[in-house]
């Protein structure tokens, strides 16, 4: 008979102690435990090309998987109830899981945070020839309006970054399978008028990353290559009609008003058939020509835009993410399920009336002459 395997009792990477029943990451060191998932669990997605580089869970503020990244928890548990959307009358007991986000910024290969964006500096101490420095953040649970007692429940999350003898840090950096998690240093229970409840038991905290919708850097996708008609039958049904050229000179991700993106401006009705002739002649001479396929546009004049992010931004707020303004866009579009934006009324900005934002290269087919 074959053996049977058993879940591990000890981290294989830093030994810490796992609990009983089949911990998919060690809370300890952040690094997955290998071979303990079920092979049908959809909480912890296989990683691949941009993907999550630790464990996940699908939350119901976000579309797209987050990444736990410390707390209170064993396991990451995607029953966690992140701020706003606690909808029962008495706030969450020890049996309950609840998420919270501290303030930080995707940066490549993981997530930073800074003084003065919502971490504060906690003292330093020495380990050896480098120097250790500490930083905390404050955040806030709390349910959604009328629910919970009106209660609110206030966080410390700490972190910390080394550095050589004689330097300092004035934030630092966080990644999941170089760093340790974070921690939650203290937590209380707060009423309506902020007096602290020492005696209210508290729920497991679950810290996670804000979501971090995948865009053009994060996907391995690059635009089709079409002769005419093909590229026009490619593009049946998009909503982003005829033939576009690059704003910027490569095809590179942008910075753009909706968070990184590939910014389209339309060409003249008489370009779209085909090259001159003399273009024909002169390799270079024109820009490469797109159709982009874009199905369900987010569409608003430009000018409106700002009013709208101010929006938007609030709405993240009632879910507990302080998100920057580019982060914010691209998480509500990607929460509503738009694929792309198009700005009207853009000639202060672009130079045209309408350009077209696609989210990734996979969206655009290059006509070939």
């Not at 007991?93 to 303030?103: H, K, L, N, Q, T």
């Not at 690059?222 to 490619?234: Q, R, S």
């Not at 709208?308 to 509500?332: N, S, V």
Request: with cysteine; charged share 25%; proline share 10%.
């Amino acid at each position: 008979m074959a053996d049977i395997a058993h879940p591990p009792k000890f981290c294989p990477h830093c030994g810490a102690a796992l609990p009983p029943d089949g911990a998919r990451f060690c809370i300890a060191c952040g690094q997955a435990v290998r071979g303990a998932a079920d092979e049908g669990d959809d909480t912890v997605p296989d990683d691949g090309p941009g993907g999550a580089t630790g464990p996940t869970v699908r939350l119901p503020n976000a579309r797209v998987e987050q990444q736990v990244i410390g707390g209170t928890v064993k396991l990451p548990a995607s029953g966690a109830v992140p701020p706003g959307l606690w909808v029962r009358d008495e706030p969450p007991g020890p049996e309950d899981v609840v998420a919270i986000y501290p303030p930080l910024r995707p940066v490549r290969g993981g997530w930073s945070g800074l003084i003065g964006r919502g971490w504060r500096p906690a003292g330093s101490e020495a380990h050896g020839e480098r120097m250790i420095f500490h930083f905390r953040a404050r955040v806030e649970w709390f349910p959604a309006d009328g629910c919970g007692a009106g209660l609110r429940l206030l966080a410390e999350v700490a972190a910390s970054s080394g550095a050589w003898e004689g330097k300092e840090r004035r934030g630092f950096r966080f990644g999941l399978r170089r760093d340790g998690p974070m921690q939650i240093a203290a937590a209380a229970w707060h009423d309506a008028e902020g007096r602290p409840l020492a005696d209210r038991p508290l729920p497991q905290i679950q810290i996670m990353a804000p979501p971090r919708v995948a865009r053009v850097a994060d996907l391995d996708d690059t635009p089709a290559l079409l002769v005419a008609p093909e590229a026009a039958l490619w593009a049946q049904g998009s909503q982003a009609l005829g033939a576009y050229r690059l704003y910027r000179d490569q095809i590179m991700q942008e910075h753009t008003p909706a968070g990184r993106g590939i910014t389209l401006v339309p060409l003249r009705e008489g370009r779209e058939q085909g090259r001159p002739w003399w273009g024909k002649l002169l390799p270079g001479a024109l820009p490469p020509r797109y159709r982009a396929r874009v199905e369900r546009p987010f569409v608003c004049a430009l000018e409106a835009w700002g009013e709208r992010l101010r929006a938007l931004r609030e709405e993240a707020r009632g879910l507990g993410l302080d998100l920057e303004p580019a982060l914010a866009a691209e998480w509500w579009l990607d929460r509503q399920g738009y694929d792309g934006v198009i700005f009207t009324a853009a000639q202060s900005r672009y130079g045209a009336e309408r350009v077209v934002i696609v989210f990734r290269r996979g969206q655009l087919a290059r006509i070939k002459d």
